[in-house]
């Protein structure tokens, strides 16, 4: 009676049901919620737990409302008068640096749970493992050996790969065509299990093509690996252990997830492969060996937040592996041994690797030492989108000046037959918010009353992740 479960899945009639008690009651009650928890009315709150606070499934992207979780969850706290407390392992670089300078009070665990080592993390060369003749499918010899061993042990194994599908590029080896989604501007993904080619950004399938457009010859070939096809390999290469695979495909039925979770903690499964969601918070006590099978694809984004990210889920997922004894191994495959990250991962020094990655943002001036807000403008037309986004910008910088690049396209350019562009604002974060809000308010007003804007859709993203 004193707990409230409260998700966004809850039925009208639920909502209200718990709106009535918040507000009416006099109890003590303790709430857990998802991430749209901080938006229910509360009478009186005393404390607001943030767990696993560098998350970034914290940020709601599409639709709006685009706020983060977390920081919203610290001024709904503020607002009461009670206490956030933000608590991770890996905490977000910009957290980590308010609580440094004093922004944020700052409460260290040094121990493991019970004591326990952290696992022995091992970076393995692909390249070279290559060259061995070590690597069978999109495993090295000593990610096979772990994989092995810990089977024999009676031990269980999750091997992480963070793209769902079976090989991410189809591509024609005769020229070179790659078969691309009509409506968005990517690659398709191959799906062995529905036998399609799959847009993962509108979700349009594709059939196969037989014989290439581009050519006429036959010759469309399937490249990389994603979830499916690591499965598929896995299995092969031990027909004896029970495998379960963890991903946008295998959730997405009622009781998916819970019947994955619930069979590898029975040890009905031996092995489990799986997208992003393995590294999440899992707590199974004879997982001894995690695989980390591409770390390139997570290392090597386009993005100002990639290496935090990339640092964020390996530590995270190496955290799965010896919860409950001192023999966890971590194997992560690479063809790019010498990026500093793996050092920092290797010795799980998330200080050091936090010392490295504050410095590059203040060098590149980014957050926490600016605030970004990016500029969105989508367009069916890709002259308009163009034409719309340069008058957007020139008009930003006659304001701000150089506070503002762009307009630029960002990785994916085209999704659900709109074109995008971006335009990034810096802004010092000391500096009015609220001022910059209604400088584009007034931009937005302008270009909307000299019909400038017909036919785009124009937002903001402050704060991305
Ligand atoms: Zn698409
Ligand atoms: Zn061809």
Same mark, same amino acid.
Request: charged share 25%.
């Given at each position: 009676d004193k707990v409230v479960i409260y998700h966004s899945k809850f039925s009208d009639n639920d909502r209200v049901d718990i709106w009535k008690k918040l507000l009416a009651s006099s109890e003590p009650c303790v709430v857990i919620g998802a991430r749209s928890a901080v938006f229910l009315p509360f009478a009186s709150l005393g404390l607001v737990i943030v767990d696993e606070e560098h998350e970034s499934a914290y940020k709601q992207q599409d639709p709006a409302p685009r706020y983060n979780g977390r920081d919203a969850a610290i001024v709904l706290a503020s607002m009461h008068g009670a206490k956030t407390l933000l608590g991770s392992a890996t905490p977000a670089v910009d957290t980590y640096y308010k609580a440094l300078t004093g922004r944020f009070g700052l409460v260290e665990l040094t121990e493991r749970y019970e004591g326990l080592r952290l696992p022995q993390v091992e970076i393995i060369d692909m390249a070279a493992a290559r060259k061995r003749g070590e690597v069978e499918g999109a495993f090295s010899l000593l990610t096979r050996r772990l994989v092995n061993e810990s089977l024999q042990r009676g031990e269980q194994s999750i091997l992480f790969i963070n793209r769902r599908g079976y090989a991410p590029i189809a591509r024609c080896k005769l020229c070179g065509y790659v078969p691309k989604c009509e409506n968005c501007d990517v690659s398709l993904t191959y799906h062995r299990h529905s036998d399609k080619l799959i847009c993962h950004y509108c979700g349009t399938p594709y059939g196969v093509p037989d014989v290439c457009p581009a050519c006429k010859e036959p010759g469309i070939e399937v490249l990389g690996y994603g979830s499916e096809r690591v499965e598929e390999e896995i299995d092969s290469l031990f027909p004896t252990a029970a495998i379960a695979r963890m991903d946008l495909d295998t959730t997405r039925s009622k009781d998916g997830y819970e019947t994955i979770i619930d069979n590898f903690s029975k040890g009905k499964s031996q092995i489990l492969v799986g997208t992003q969601m393995v590294t999440k918070g899992l707590d199974f006590g004879r997982v001894s060996m995690v695989g980390v099978i591409n770390a390139d694809s997570i290392v090597n984004f386009p993005d100002f937040r990639a290496s935090e990210r990339a640092f964020n889920m390996i530590e995270q997922v190496a955290g799965r592996a010896g919860r409950k004894s001192d023999n966890g191994v971590v194997a992560v495959q690479t063809y790019n041994p010498s990026h500093p990250l793996f050092d920092f991962l290797v010795r799980h020094d998330y200080k050091g690797y936090y010392q490295r990655e504050i410095?590059? =943002?203040?060098?590149?001036?980014? #957050?926490?030492?600016? =605030?970004?807000?990016?500029?969105?403008?989508?367009?069916?037309? #890709?002259?308009?989108?163009?034409? $719309?986004?340069?008058?957007?910008?020139?008009?930003?910088?006659?304001?701000?000046?150089?506070?503002?690049?762009?307009?630029?396209? #960002?990785?994916?350019?085209? $999704?659900?037959?709109?074109?995008?562009? =971006?335009?990034?604002l810096k802004i010092e974060t000391q500096a009015s918010i609220s001022k910059v809000k209604s400088l584009l308010n007034d931009i937005r007003i302008e270009m909307t009353n000299s019909r400038q804007l017909s036919g785009a859709v124009l937002y903001y993203d402050v704060d991305p992740m």
């Open positions: 410095q590059e =943002r203040q060098r590149y001036n980014y #957050p926490p030492f600016v =605030r970004i807000i990016y500029v969105y403008i989508k367009h069916k037309d #890709p002259a308009a989108v163009s034409t $719309i986004a340069f008058e957007f910008a020139s008009r930003l910088r006659v304001l701000l000046g150089n506070r503002v690049s762009g307009p630029d396209e #960002p990785y994916v350019a085209r $999704i659900q037959t709109l074109y995008i562009r =971006r335009i990034m």
